[in-house]
């Protein structure tokens, strides 16, 4: 139900307006935004800081509503069709203006042009989007991905091409289970690389694509993982690192090595067998990197990056969500390849098993094992898997941290949350603060100030570097 999303505050699909701003670019910057990633709605007559009813002038509900329409049609391009409506919430009228992802895009601002008036939907805000988003985006309108194009930079190189395939079908074959199934695994051919988009023949001469560069020499200088181990739970001081470059395919087994080099691995006796076991399920720390390595985005200069703490291990990939995904469809099977000449092969290789399954079996394996389900994350416009590793857990269980007993006991339910948060993490930001509360980050510095005013909180240190300590005894505390 709609008030039912208002409670929870506004998120990356929800914005909300007490009324229609004067400056319509305050608006439309988010109705751009939606169209560029996963859709989301506007809703006007709610008062975006305390999430207050405030409703609009039912008198001219209909006319607003008009002006909007036309607001939209005039400033956007290509053009943005908005499903709008009226609802009604405690008796007071409230206009909700859907946006739906679009097709065609970028979608961008007309009298700013697609360099500047060009937006995208990150953690709540609306924020323009930078030359390899841009890029993104129209590939994604002209149904098209980066794998798929011609590398002009490169020639064709038929050692490589020999190699490929006899790696491809080695993959094949190791993942037969009979002697019957290796004898049926065919060889591999350059014919297979071209219908399959690796190569393409144009008029009898063979051009690499992006994944042929990619599944070979790879030339491309973001295109691989960075590893490495952290001491503690922050990424602060390096125990090991390595950067694993060459054909995709490799850097996966080498990153995955990686991680099974650095977590730990026990034994269970069931009568008289003994079985070795890592402590998280190895089907979910494949998954995770191979899913982080074909949904991609190679436009963004970042690379790969697996991290292992003591806490968890953390898989981040450059590049939103593809095509309006949300996490909640990906959760459920939902799929949309960004790059589909890659996936094409690894899933003849049998890296990836059947498209929108690994994240379903990375969440199964993880139940079957009986421990914390992963962590999906939108990061900026990076995506990212969390593996909590139960051992850390296990050591270091305790009483959970809470609100000092000398603390005024009238603070409100949000101020709460906010001191609790910090007894968690000192170094906890505003920003993450809001995310995790649901409300905006203007009304976490009020209630901040409020309790700095009280002297119940105390922040040290600049804005960046700096940490927050809850401070005994609230009101009576003379530091400040």
Known sequence: ????????????????????????EKYIKSVIAFANTAGGKIIIGVDDETREIVGVDKNEVFKIMDNITNTISDMCYPQIFPNIGVDTID??????????????????IKSLGKEAGTYIRVSGTSRPADEAIIKDLELQGTN????????VEQKYDAKAAEILCKAIRNHMVEATRTNS?????????????????VLKNIEGILVPTNAFVLLTNNTFPFAKIQCALFKGTERVVFIDKRDFEGPLYEQIEEAYEFVLKHINLGSEISGLVRTDAYELPT???????????????????ACVQVAVYDDRVEV????MLYGGLTIEQIKEGGSKIRNRCIAEVFSRMKII????????????????????????????????????RPSYSEVHQSVPKSVPKSAPNDINQTQQKIIEMILNDSKVTQATMAKELGITTSAVKKS??????????????????????VLEGGDVSNDK
């Not at 098209?144 to 590398?151: A, G, I």
């Open 448 to 469: 901040i100030k409020e309790l700095s005013d009280r002297r119940i909180l105390k922040h040290t240190g600049s804005s960046r570097s700096g940490y927050w300590e």
């Open 283 to 301: 089907e979910a720390i494949r998954e995770a990197i191979v899913n982080a390595t074909t949904h991609r985005n190679f436009l963004d200069r």
């Open 1 to 24: 139900m709609l008030i039912d999303e208002i409670r929870s505050g506004e998120s990356k699909n929800l914005k909300f307006k007490a009324e229609v701003p004067k400056k319509s």
């Open 353 to 388: 098993e059947s498209w929108g399954t690994g994240i379903k079996r990375m969440f199964s394996s993880c139940k079957e094992y009986g421990i914390r389900e992963p962590e999906l994350l939108e990061i900026g416009d990076s995506f990212r898997v969390n593996l909590y």
């Open 144 to 151: 098209l991905s980066f794998d798929e194009m011609v590398c």
């Open 181 to 197: 199934e290796k004898e049926k695994v065919k060889d591999i051919t350059v014919q297979n690389l071209v219908n399959w988009g």
């Open 316 to 319: 981040t990939s450059p590049g």
């Open 91 to 108: 008796g007071k009228s409230v206009i909700v203006v859907e946006i739906y992802p679009g097709a065609s895009r970028p979608y961008y």
